[in-house]
């Protein structure tokens, strides 16, 4: 079974559901963007969340759209922590950057006339493209879960996205036989939605 977004178009060539941060490698200082990181991070070499929301909001990561509030953010973290810190080190900080930049770009095909939002449709077009093949009941859920007065912001955008990647693949990680199907324990299943 083919999971949706395992080859999205829109990365220009990141993988979906890259590797960790972990121990620096090699020219990570050389890079432009460690400066950056560097002076956001502090002491400590890691962004948590409160530091992610300043650096996205200060980087114009979000463009003309409103800031990312900080439960986003705390999401966005959570995507890619995979030592469960609720912080992100620089490698980390690279993929985010490049999976907002796609993410960003996609959100602006569907919203063609820049109003900063999209509507339920375009929701559930934009989720289809990436290739997740879900049941109108789901969609709908989605839309009303992530929509406010019919329309879903840059904002909810992402933590939509985040969400739905989040939960994939750690579906994905419990269904060896590429089935679709995965038996839960109920503290395995609270775990995953909590920590997401």
Request: glycine share 12%; hydrophobic share 35%; with cysteine.
């Amino acid at each position: 079974m083919a999971y949706p977004g395992q080859q999205p178009v829109y990365y220009q060539g990141a993988q979906y559901g890259g590797a960790p941060g972990g121990p620096a490698y090699q020219g990570q200082h050389q890079d432009p963007l460690y400066g950056y990181f560097a002076s956001i991070a502090g002491q400590d070499g890691q962004i948590d969340a409160e530091e992610l929301q300043r650096c996205l909001t200060q980087a114009g990561f979000s463009g003309g759209y409103k800031p990312f509030n900080l439960e986003t953010c705390r999401l966005m973290i959570s995507m890619l922590d995979r030592d469960m810190s609720g912080k992100m080190g620089f490698n980390e900080f690279k993929e985010l950057g490049v999976v907002i930049n796609g993410w960003k770009q996609h959100f602006m095909t569907f919203d063609s006339d820049r109003s900063g939002s999209v509507d339920g449709q375009e929701l559930q077009r934009a989720l289809g493209t990436m290739g997740y093949r879900l049941s109108p009941q789901v969609l709908n859920n989605i839309t009303k879960r992530f929509s406010c007065h019919g329309k879903i912001s840059f904002d909810d955008y992402i933590a939509c996205c985040v969400k739905l990647r989040s939960l994939t693949d750690a579906f994905r990680r419990r269904d060896a036989a590429q089935q679709g199907i995965v038996n839960f324990q109920y503290d395995d299943f609270i775990n995953c939605i909590m920590t997401i």
